[in-house]
Each structure stands twice: as C-alpha cells, then as structure tokens.
C-alpha cells in the first residue's frame, strides 16, 4: 500500500525548499517529494508540499520532520491512498 499527502505549508526564507525535500527523502518511508512555492511574503514562503511513500509513513512523522525545520503545517488538502 502507498500513501500521498498533499499539504499546505507555511515556512521561514530558511531553511530553503530542497533542504526541506532532502530532509523529508531521507525519511525510510519516503519515496518522493514535490514542492512548488505559491507565495512569498517578506518573512515566510508558502508551499505546497506532495510527499508520497509506503503504509508506515503517517502525517505525524511529516509534520514533525516540518516542526522541526521551523514550519507550520496549514492544512492537509488532500490523501490518496492505493493498494
């Protein structure tokens, strides 16, 4: 079994979106990442983030690899899961 999540969120200049990505991808049951940016503020970036990996991966693991980094998770926009 697989499972996408799609999320929103917001994040500080730093760390930047391919630190954020390698980060997560370093994660065992993470096998792909897609971050697009969609606003740029004077201090923040919003992003929308697409992590997609095997059944152990949960949104709690994702959200504290974010919380971590400094971010904040917005809403999650969207889970496919698929056999």
Known sequence: MNITFKLDVLKPHSPDNELIGRTLMNTESVMYV???TDEIDQKTTSIFLTVKGTEDLTLDSISDILESMNC???SVDEVIIEK
């Open 72 to 74: 904040a998770l917005h």
């Open 34 to 36: 897609q971050i697009k």
